[in-house]
């Protein structure tokens, strides 16, 4: 039984201090024209924090 899994990568990552912060900046070219998706992946470590 296999107990990890491969996914392919994604072309950018952001993490680090601030990393949040920069959200807004970092999506804002790919806003509007309903075409494809985004996903976004949050640490258990930051649920329930501002």
Not at 6 to 17: D, P, Q
Not at 22 to 48: A, C, N, Q, T, W
């Amino acid at each position: 039984m296999n107990l990890f899994r491969n996914f392919k990568s994604v072309t950018k990552t952001a993490y680090g201090r601030g990393s949040f912060g920069k959200l807004s900046e970092i999506i804002e070219p790919h806003r509007g024209g309903g075409k494809g998706f985004m996903v976004f992946l949050v640490d258990h470590y930051f649920e329930e924090k501002g």
